[in-house]
């Protein structure tokens, strides 16, 4: 068990421009959830997956944000048309869903910073 | 919409002294689950303690106890003999149905030798 990884762990961007980011998860999991998480603050959720399907979206994720988990396995978040207040932490989780309670597993996150 | 509230943005405990970190939430649902989640600087956020709203019994996790007051809507983290790898950000978190987490603000615990 290698944990959820992410990549890339920075990023820097010129406003404007479009940015991708990955997350695996550990590898039994069927669900993966994306959060933001800005200065100071706590982590806000974004979107979450079941397997490959999108289950819910925040309004936090506007329409230059997209998501995808093709296959089921990793998945990717899309920001298109970066502004200044995209900057932030970008944390992807993975829980293994049975009965109940599933518990999340973060990855160590990629730092955005758009200039 | 359920909301988390930390109304201690920061803390300090010295070495194997008691520190009990607050937090309150608002929601509507009878089940649900707190959390509360430990996030040393610059590496990842990893789970403390939980607790289901259906039990009575408030969670304990080695030094990590909670206190969990259902009609105030209440769930503190007391950490006992504190240690200087507990310093961290801490988050209080709520999820409904096991589903998304919400949040609260965080506090920074710094423990002094």
């Known amino acids: 068990d290698t944990g959820v990884s992410q990549d890339p762990r920075h990023k820097i961007t010129k406003r404007g421009q479009n940015v991708t980011f990955r997350c695996d998860p550990i590898?039994?999991?069927?669900?993966l959830y994306w959060y933001r998480q800005t200065l100071g603050q706590g982590p806000e959720f974004l979107t979450y997956?079941?397997?490959?399907?999108?289950?819910?979206k925040s309004r936090l994720l506007s329409d230059r944000f997209s998501a995808e988990r093709p296959k089921g396995s990793f998945s990717t978040l899309e920001i298109q048309r970066t502004e200044q207040g995209d900057s932030a932490m970008y944390l992807c989780?993975?829980?293994?869903?049975?009965?109940?309670?599933?518990?999340?597993?973060f990855g160590p996150g990629t730092r955005l910073t758009v200039t | 919409a359920q909301t988390v509230t930390q109304s201690q943005p920061e803390m300090s405990v010295q070495e194997a002294e008691t520190v009990t970190l607050s937090c309150t939430y608002d929601?509507?649902?009878?089940?649900?689950?707190l959390f509360w989640y430990k996030q040393p600087p610059s590496r990842q956020m990893i789970l403390v303690i939980r607790?289901?709203?259906?039990?009575?019994q408030n969670a304990t996790e080695n030094r990590f106890s909670v206190n969990f007051q259902k009609a105030a809507k209440s769930f503190s983290l007391k950490i006992s003999d504190s240690q200087l790898g507990d310093t961290a950000m801490y988050f209080c978190?709520?999820?409904?149905?096991?589903?998304?987490?919400?949040f609260g603000a965080g506090t920074i615990l710094r423990v002094k030798s």
């Open positions: 607790q289901e709203a259906y039990k009575q």
């Open positions: 978190a709520f999820s409904e149905y096991g589903n998304k987490l919400v």
């Open positions: 997956f079941q397997n490959e399907a999108q289950l819910e």
């Open positions: 929601t509507s649902e009878n089940n649900y689950y």
């Open positions: 989780a993975s829980s293994l869903v049975l009965q109940g309670f599933n518990e999340q597993y």
């Open positions: 590898s039994e999991h069927n669900r």
